[in-house]
T-cell receptor, first 108, second 112 residues
């Protein structure tokens, strides 16, 4: 069974303090690994898709990387507006399976 | 370009009452998904449509949940009768093919 585990569950940082979020996964036949951002009361917002180990994608202060067993979402010099829940999901042969998310809070 | 549209945004009902949610996907997206998201959890797939055909409904509680996608565009998800444990956010998503799903804002259901 496809499975996704995200850590930590919650992370509180000071503005400008860089860190990384982890997504560990097991999947039969990875077709894609996705990162989403979700703000309170809203649906998940698509950020990145990674397809193979070694691939990296960047967008503003965010960079996603992928290995055969995990993905990292690196956040560099975060700002308060980066506060949100970040969801990781893997697409296997059957369906998209989500992790429980990491709730990120950036204090000014 | 308009995103995925869902209505209503919020719904409060008594247990045993019926409820329905509506979704209009992004124009041109042939694949439509319904998810349920409990507080503090990631979304869980309920049903996936390819055009008008439900190709994955293995997680849909068929005794009380039903869904339809007429003409391969809009979709409706229904619960009858609702139970206390059905309180959650119901998300609709769409994609062109099987990757890069785009989500709507969701319907927050509260069952009293």
């Amino acid at each position: 069974e496809d499975q996704v585990t995200q850590s930590p569950e919650a992370l509180r940082l000071q503005e400008g303090e860089s860190s990384s979020l982890n997504c560990s996964y097991t999947v039969s036949g990875l077709r894609g690994l996705f990162w989403y951002r979700q703000d309170p009361g809203k649906g998940p917002e698509f950020l990145f898709t990674l397809y193979s180990a070694g691939e990296e994608k960047e967008k503003e202060r965010l960079k996603a990387t992928l290995t055969k067993k995990e993905s990292f979402l690196h956040i560099t010099a975060p700002k308060p507006e980066d506060s949100a829940t970040y969801l990781c999901a893997v697409q296997g042969a059957q369906k998209l399976v989500f992790g429980q998310g990491t709730r990120l809070t950036i204090n000014p | 370009e308009a995103g995925v549209v869902q209505s209503p945004r919020y719904k409060i009902i008594e247990k045993k009452q019926p409820v329905a949610f509506w979704c209009n996907p992004i124009s041109g997206h042939n694949t439509l998904y319904w998810y349920r998201q409990n507080l503090g959890q990631g979304p869980e797939l309920l049903i996936r449509y390819e055009n008008e055909e439900a190709v994955d409904d293995s997680q849909l509680p068929k005794d009380r949940f039903s869904a339809e996608r007429l003409k391969g565009v809009d979709s409706t998800l229904k619960i009858q009768p609702a139970e206390l444990g059905d309180s959650a956010v119901y998300l609709c998503a769409s994609s062109e093919g099987a990757v890069s799903q785009y989500f709507g804002p969701g319907t927050r259901l509260t069952v009293l």
